[in-house]
Structure formats: structure tokens, C-alpha cells
């Protein structure tokens, strides 16, 4: 399996962008900091994708470029163990995760490799354009960010709830 290159796309025109915005608002709990107007303005800067089943999104080592929305199908994110070829499972996201949200602020390549489990459509917002985002509209993209947080703290959250339910 080689990495998502490129990505089909599935969502063109601005019709397709008027969809997009309402679809990100209604399903992804990240974007309910903005308003339809937010969404309407800074959609041009999110890019609406699908991927088939066991396609990787990235590889460990890729370049940290996008972050990823789900919008539908599961994730997998796998990191590489101490023994060459062998890798365990992190996690599983479904929709309304955030994933590879580090790319938004460092463009260190990426720790982990991200599969496909199932047909699968993203939303996808590339580093460049996050940074067009804090340029052109700072305050939606600080919006933006403070959803992404939230869901990021919750999945933390959850992760220690696991790990100490183990103890």
C-alpha cells in the first residue's frame, strides 16, 4: 500500500463548496465554533476528498502537509515498533476525528502511517492553507483551532481513561 497520491477528488464548483460548508458544520463537532458565514469564507481553503479502502493516507517518514477531517468510514493510525516491518495500532477514527493535526503547525515528517479501514471521505486542510487561514482570517482560524483542541483534549482524555483502567 502506497500513500494517498493523489487524492480523488469528489467535491468541485461552488455549489460543491456550498455542501461542503454545511456538511462540516453539521457533522464535525471541531467546526461548531463557526458560524455559516465563517464556513461560507474560508471554505475554498478545505479540500473535500474520498479514499478507497486500505489506501494509506501517509506513510511514517511522509511529509507533514495536511491534516485530515473525517467525514465517513474508519481510519486506522499505526506507528512503527522497535522491530523493523512491525507496527501497532494506536488508534481507529471515525467520523468527526481530526487526524494528523499536528501538520497544521509542524512540518516535522509524520510519525505514524494512516490507513483506509473502509471507504472513506475527508476533508482535508493542507499546512499552506492553514496558514493562508491565519493570514486572510485570523479569528475564524482561531475558531477553528479552539474546536480542534477540544477534540484533541477529549481524545486524550479518553486515551488516560483507557490506560489507567488497565492498572
Sequence with gaps: MTALEPFESV???????????????RELGFFSFLSEGDLGDVSAFFNCRTVKAR?????AGDSCDYIAFIISGRVQ?????????KQVVVGVFS??????????VDTAPRYTTATAMEDSGLI????????????????I???L?????LSESSRLQKAYMRLASIF
Design 141 to 143: 482560524a482561531t475558531k
Design 124 to 139: 482535508l486542510l493542507t499546512h499552506d492553507n492553514f496558514n493562508g487561514l491565519l493570514e486572510d482570517y485570523h479569528p
Design 95 to 104: 467520523r468527526g476525528s481530526v487526524i494528523g493535526s499536528s501538520c497544521a
Design 145 to 149: 483551532l479552539k474546536g480542534m483542541l
Design 77 to 85: 493510525i499505526k506507528v512503527d515498533t522497535e522491530f523493523p516491518g
Design 55 to 59: 489506501t494509506n493516507l501517509w506513510n
Design 11 to 25: 467535491c468541485l464548483g461552488e455549489e460543491c463548496s456550498s455542501r461542503l460548508c454545511k456538511q462540516m458544520k
